[in-house]
């Protein structure tokens, strides 16, 4: 098994470019089912889960061509069954339901797997779909949905969920009459995701916004568009910069999009200024302690939690993270405090008293965001630092070990 190895210490300096947002890449492409004719996308990042979504598109017959830049046409789909094997592996599989109901009339997909950092249960997409007509079963841990054409309805998310507004959006582009989705998420990847179904044809307004209304069309057509940059990746980044007393040019971001990160960091002590093409973000050693909370976007993501503890943990104070979005979200900690963190946690808080270093230690990886924070640990931490476990970090980080290398980190990636 793959082993990350950092020797900790080094100043992070120079230009880092952020890749495609995997969050937004993999609803992007999963549209393309809904459309007979080549799609072309741009910026697509390298991961495993882009890799595990071309899969299981290829399954359903569809045609698969390139890599940052994919060319998919899902004229023939042969099978709409999304099988275990490939489902168990990530959670956002479940985008495939919508789109397949939508435009076949019928769809089976496994229960969806991925990170263990809480339930986040299917059953808002599945309440969503019968609203909208669709018959719903569970067998062997399979969702099987059918329905003639589906009907616009009246959706409120009992919680805001980004796969589920993703997911019904997808389907009701093709619904017959008008939906409206109530308490929709409005993370910039959902814009991204309406941006694109627009330019195949369909009626959206509010994307963005809490109410999203789709009007429902017979069909749509092939589109050519960009996948948005990732934002947790870039706010990752910023965060080496802090740690490390580092001076980072974050190119390719969108810094709109980063509003209460840089909020935050600036608050922790960190020099952040706008430059053309991205961010320039200057770390201070001295590091002023805060709190966090994390909350649906446009508050604090949830997936920048684990990272920001990090820092805090080299803090000059005492600062507790409330962790509002998901109930596991903690399990870094353990490792964390492996390596010199003093972190209690407390429900869904946690209390980060700073200290004045970090030591390097073996340490296991528990679901991606953890890993990068582990990462991040180890650039900061004295001595050495091995990460095992770090398929995690392949989900969502796009060649992390060469990038930092680039801006004067000293990390290597051991094959196992």
């Not at 002023?288 to 990090?310: E, I, R, W």
Request: charged fraction near 20%.
């Amino acid at each position: 098994m793959d082993k990350i190895i950092i020797h900790g210490g080094k100043r992070l300096e120079g230009d880092v470019r952020v890749s495609g947002a995997k969050n937004a890449a993999l609803p992007v492409i999963v549209s393309s089912l809904l459309t007979d004719g080549w799609n072309v996308f741009h910026n697509v990042p390298d991961l495993a889960d882009i890799g595990t979504i071309k899969k299981l598109l290829t399954g359903f017959g569809a045609e698969i061509e390139g890599d940052e830049t994919l060319r998919i046409n899902a004229g023939e789909i042969t099978s709409c069954e999304a099988p275990y094997d490939l489902v168990r592996t990530m959670r956002a599989s479940i985008l495939v339901l919508g789109p397949l109901v939508a435009r076949m009339g019928r769809a089976r997909v496994s229960l969806p797997g991925g990170c263990a950092i809480g339930a986040r249960p299917v059953n808002l997409h599945l309440k969503a779909l019968q609203s909208m007509g669709a018959e719903i079963d569970l067998h062997d841990g399979y969702v099987e949905a059918r329905a003639p054409r589906l009907k616009g309805a009246t959706i409120y998310f009992d919680i805001s969920t980004v796969t589920g507004t993703e997911n019904i959006m997808m389907a009701a582009s093709l619904a017959e009459g008008t939906t409206i989705l109530e308490n929709a998420a409005r993370e910039p990847e959902v814009i991204n995701l309406a941006d694109v179904l627009k330019g195949m044809g369909a009626k959206i307004r509010g994307a963005g916004t809490d109410i999203v209304e789709i009007e429902g069309v017979k069909t749509l057509r092939p589109v050519e568009a960009d996948i948005i940059p990732d934002r947790i990746e870039a706010g990752t980044y910023m965060i080496a910069a802090g740690l490390t007393g580092g001076d980072i040019n974050i190119l390719g971001c969108m810094p709109g999009h980063l509003d209460a990160v840089i909020t935050k960091l600036k608050e922790a002590g960190m020099e952040i200024t706008p430059i053309d093409g991205g961010l320039r973000v200057v770390g201070n050693r001295n590091i002023t302690s805060v709190d966090v909370k994390t909350l649906p976007y446009p508050g604090f993501p949830t997936d920048l939690q684990a990272q920001m503890m990090v820092l805090m943990s080299m803090g000059g104070g005492v600062s507790v993270i409330k962790e509002t979005v998901f109930e596991n979200r903690f399990m870094h900690v353990n490792e964390l405090t492996r390596m010199g963190a003093n972190i209690t946690v407390e429900g869904n808080s946690a209390i980060v008293r700073g200290v004045s270093e970090l030591r390097g230690a073996p340490v296991m990886a528990t679901d991606l965001r953890a890993s990068a924070s582990l990462i991040l640990a180890g650039l900061v931490a004295e001595d050495t630092t091995e990460i095992s476990r770090i398929y995690h970090i392949n989900r969502g980080y796009e060649h992390i070990e060469e990038k930092l290398s680039s801006i004067g980190a000293d990390i290597r990636r051991v094959k196992g």
